[in-house]
């Protein structure tokens, strides 16, 4: 059975979004890690995607949204592990060039988002009017990832403010990563 870890964003998921459905519905999704409470340390939730992805020798699938998508991409830079593929949701845009504040807010965020292509297949879900990136963003996140780009249209962030609800074009999407895999690597 396939493995499906979501990584969080940087606040809590409120009860309706997407992800706190999908864990809650199905089995075998869980979190990596538990939704916690800001403040978002990047290196405190790369840990703790590694120690999900390695708990088990099952290829897993991870399913990121907003800032989850670089916990995944600073982990890929980092680590090695049994991933199959990842779904990239609305990552939020941090210019290459971008240092953080020492003294700033952010500083515990993250100080370089790796766009060097990931070692798996990932497809990277795209908003035409989300707050935190333009199309543009999300075009060259997906460049330098190697990712697919899937053009949802105009969804927000793909939060609980945007409705989706279960948000079966997500599912759907999800399905496609492990179809994508012969048989024998189920």
Not at 72 to 83: E, L, M, R, T
Request: charged residues 20%; hydrophobic residues 40%.
């Amino acid at each position: 059975m396939t493995r499906y870890l979501v990584v969080p964003g940087r606040g809590v998921p409120l009860p309706d979004h997407w992800s706190r459905t999908w864990v809650r519905d199905h089995s075998e999704y869980e979190w990596a890690p538990e939704p916690p409470g800001p403040p978002y340390v990047a290196a405190e939730r790369v840990a703790a995607l590694h120690d999900a992805i390695s708990a088990d020798r099952e290829p897993a699938v991870l399913v990121a949204h907003s800032a989850g998508c670089l916990t995944v991409a600073v982990w890929a830079s980092q680590h090695v592990g049994p991933v199959r593929g990842a779904l990239l949701v609305t990552p939020p845009y941090l210019d290459p060039d971008w240092t953080p504040d020492p003294h700033g807010t952010v500083d515990v965020f993250i100080g370089h988002v790796p766009r060097e292509p990931l070692p798996f297949r990932s497809i990277l879900v795209a908003s035409r009017n989300d707050p935190h990136a333009t199309f543009e963003q999300f075009e060259a996140y997906a460049r330098d990832w190697g990712s697919e780009l899937y053009d949802a249209g105009a969804v927000g962030h793909l939060d609980s403010k945007t409705g989706v609800g279960a948000w079966s074009d997500g599912q759907r999407l999800v399905r496609s990563l492990t179809r994508s895999v012969p048989p024998e690597q189920r």
